[in-house]
């Protein structure tokens, strides 16, 4: 930066970090919350190199108007702004001075004169609210307040609804992110796109995500690079995006030993965790959390119906489940993960992205312009017929296959999978099922090969009293 530039973000946040104002830890900040970083004020407001670029990127956004420095913190900053900009400023007191003049506002302030406060850190944003009180109550015009650090914690949505515009010279994110970590997490985060529902994630850079979650689960993270760092630390927010469907702030902090104000930053997408964080996030999330999850979205109504759709339709959770899966059951790596349609697919796709295969579904009919395919046919126990076809092409002759689905209640489906993979003349690695109804499905399927039978959950049978019957007759109307 040369004399005449104004700051970038860069310049400012290499200041503060060469000046050690960026501490990491557990702190307890001045609001009663707790948090994993400080950024010392006084380290940077003493410090003249910081000072001065601060002061700069301050005095380009004061538009030739009276400054305002909150007191304590915000006075060094307000004082040499001034002289940068050559403006006059004031200060405002935290509280009335009981003696001599007993003023609040330090300066000279004229009626209805334009004021632009300037405050160190703002998170909760009340100390920057309470200073523009001050300021209109004796008088001022106060629209806006300028600050060093943003920490992302509510004040800018406090100042916005009392009619004040606020804007910093860094957030935390720019902090907390290590600009070599720049490019990997805007490539992974390249096609996540903000909705008014939050973040929702494309396939293409789920895929490069649990790509190398999977690369870092094999290594551990004590050697990671930068990019596996990244990947790390989103899937920790996937685990904790997932936990907060069915749980308040305050109940995740009471799961996750995190404070609810660092959870909502994660959530929300303002700050990644660290890695020694989003690892313990990650590893924490094995079967026994996943069935939790599972159970608590899975509904079943009094004459026996099952909506396991919050399930899945929800790709972020079954991509969290494939890794847990694959490590819990040992499944080895398959060429192709089969699945029958249609509940069966997501999950089908989240595994063949984890384990980097294809994915192949059968279908109760053929498609048009397919000539070739695999058939498989069996007579239910209660007289109805029940077909799957499979394109002859999506699996090769030896390659390994692993069957998966949403729900293993009676076996009958998987039967017709397994013998499809015989067809096939492929190998069977293994089958897993989110959901077993019972312990039936399992023990037939297991009778049918060796190979690992496994289910990430199981459910009292009785849920499922009615739903055979249910399910037998939809089979025969379809």
Request: some cysteine.
């Amino acid at each position: 930066m040369t004399p005449s530039q104004s700051p970038t973000t860069d310049d400012i946040v290499d200041t503060l970090r060469n000046t050690d104002a960026v501490q990491y830890g557990e702190f307890e900040l001045s609001h009663g919350g707790t948090s994993e970083y400080y950024v010392d004020k006084y380290l940077f407001e003493t410090d003249p190199e910081c000072l001065q670029v601060i002061a700069s990127a301050f005095a380009d956004r004061v538009d030739g108007t009276t400054l305002a420095g909150v007191a304590l913190g915000a006075v060094p900053l307000v004082a040499v702004t001034s002289t940068v900009a050559g403006q006059p400023y004031v200060v405002v007191r935290k509280k009335t001075k009981q003696y001599g003049t007993g003023n609040r506002i330090e300066g000279r302030l004229d009626a209805d004169e334009e004021v632009v406060v300037i405050e160190d850190i703002a998170t909760t944003g009340t100390s920057a609210v309470e200073a523009v009180n001050a300021l209109r109550d004796a008088g001022a015009s106060v629209n806006r307040v300028l600050v060093v650090v943003d920490r992302q914690e509510g004040a800018h949505e406090r100042l916005e609804s009392n009619n004040i515009e606020m804007e910093s010279l860094v957030t935390a994110t720019d902090l907390l992110v290590d600009k070599e970590d720049t490019w990997y997490i805007q490539t992974l985060e390249a096609t996540w796109n903000e909705s008014t529902d939050g973040w929702t994630r494309s396939s293409v850079s789920w895929s490069l995500h649990v790509s190398l979650y999977s690369y870092i689960h094999v290594r551990g993270n004590k050697h990671m690079n930068r990019a596996e760092k990244a990947a790390l630390q989103l899937q920790a927010i996937a685990v904790l995006r997932m936990l907060k469907e069915t749980r308040t702030y305050d109940e995740l902090a009471e799961l996750t030993g995190l404070p609810s104000g660092d959870l909502n930053r994660y959530v929300n997408g303002h700050v990644l965790p660290g890695a020694n964080r989003a690892s313990q996030l990650v590893d924490d999330v094995g079967q026994e959390a996943l069935a939790t999850e599972l159970h608590a979205r899975v509904e079943v109504d009094n004459e026996g119906y099952v909506d396991n759709s919050s399930i899945v339709f929800d790709q972020s959770f079954l991509d969290l489940v494939a890794p847990v899966a694959a490590d819990t059951f040992a499944f080895e790596r398959p060429d192709v993960v089969l699945t029958a349609a249609t509940d069966g697919i997501t999950l089908g796709a989240a595994m063949a992205s984890y384990f980097d295969s294809r994915v192949a579904y059968a279908k109760k009919s053929k498609e048009t312009a397919v000539e070739e395919f695999i058939e498989s046919r069996q007579r239910l126990t209660s007289g109805i017929e029940l077909t799957y076809y499979l394109p002859a092409c999506a699996i090769e002759t030896g390659e390994s296959v692993l069957v998966v689905d949403d729900l293993i209640r009676s076996g009958e489906t998987q039967e017709l999978l397994l013998d499809i993979v015989k067809q096939a003349d492929a190998k069977l690695t293994g089958v897993f099922a989110l959901i077993a109804a019972g312990t039936r499905g399992i023990k037939k399927a297991r009778a049918q090969t060796d190979v690992p039978v496994k289910a990430l959950s199981q459910v009292d049978t009785r849920w499922f009293h009615s739903l055979d019957i249910l399910l037998r007759v939809h089979a025969e109307e379809s």
